[in-house]
């Protein structure tokens, strides 16, 4: 019934997606699979979920979804959302070698929510994970208004979270007063992120777009895809988007939902280069 929150590889010449799903008979979440020759034809690999909760009564036990995954050499690694039977969300980690039969980590949860009276202490989420120069940046969804941290680790088990966060922080006012579900690109110089926010009434939700040079102070440059106009698949939301740079050209598939149903949509930005001091993305659906 709902297909949303996609996380999207270039693996040679086939695009990877791993998504969260889920189905008429339950509104549980759980993590699909589907791949493309170009990015906008997909087909969906198995006949069931490639990730599934975990057993009555444990950290897992009700639902996951939105995945983060990379492909670190031979091995596909994901970070995903998970919630028990409170709705209490944290982190988990699963690697595999072919990016279908997953390996869930023993040592599961890897990022848990922050200590009472904490920013996010409620709910931890939302997972995004770039390795640069061996290390893992994870930034995250905490706590239930939406606020964006950051962690880093040596192993991508073991996470320090920030001094600085929440390093996108909810309460703006604007289009982004709940600022939430961050998709990162490394160009080499700089992070640039996409994340989902919502306006104060929670009724309008798009996505926008930041620079940094640290991965945790972070430069707002504004709304880049707006919900859809009314009457159209994306006029009741467009965000949980997931972004890669291919070549000269930003791809980007995001969730759209029209009131009753998410689905997945793709839209994209001709660009040269990654202008670090102006670049804001102009993209079409």
């Excluded at 905490?142 to 922080?169: C, F, M, Q, R």
């Amino acid at each position: 019934r709902f297909v949303l929150a996609p996380s999207v590889l270039l693996d040679g010449s086939t695009y990877r997606m791993w998504y969260a799903g889920s189905g008429a008979a339950t509104s549980n979440r759980r993590i699909g699979y589907a791949t493309s020759p170009d990015g906008l034809v997909w087909s969906r690999q198995g006949g069931a979920p490639v990730l599934s909760p975990g057993p009555n009564g444990s950290w897992e036990s009700a639902q996951v979804g939105f995945p983060s995954v990379i492909k670190d050499g031979d091995t596909y690694k994901m970070w995903y959302t998970a919630l028990d039977a409170a709705a209490i969300g944290r982190v988990g980690y699963a690697t595999s070698a072919d990016g279908m039969t997953w390996t869930k980590y023993a040592g599961n949860p890897v990022l848990t929510a922050g200590s009472t009276g904490s920013w996010d202490a409620a709910y931890v989420g939302s997972p995004q994970v770039v390795k640069v120069d061996g290390v893992y940046h994870l930034w995250y969804r905490g706590g239930l208004e939406g606020d964006i941290g950051y962690a880093t680790s040596s192993d991508g088990v073991t996470w320090t979270k920030s001094t600085h966060n929440p390093v996108i922080a909810s309460g703006s006012g604007g289009w982004d007063d709940a600022a939430y579900h961050p998709r990162v690109v490394f160009d080499g110089a700089l992070f640039h992120i996409w994340y989902s926010g919502c306006n104060p009434a929670g009724d309008v939700c798009q996505v926008g777009y930041a620079t940094s040079s640290d991965g945790a102070h972070w430069t707002r440059l504004g709304m880049v895809l707006p919900q859809g106009a009314s009457g159209v698949w994306d006029d009741g939301g467009a965000d949980h988007a997931a972004v890669l740079l291919v070549g000269t050209t930003l791809k980007m598939w995001y969730s759209g939902y029209d009131g009753e149903v998410y689905r997945i949509g793709y839209a994209s930005a001709a660009t040269t280069a990654l202008d670090h001091a102006l670049f804001i993305p102009s993209l079409v659906r």
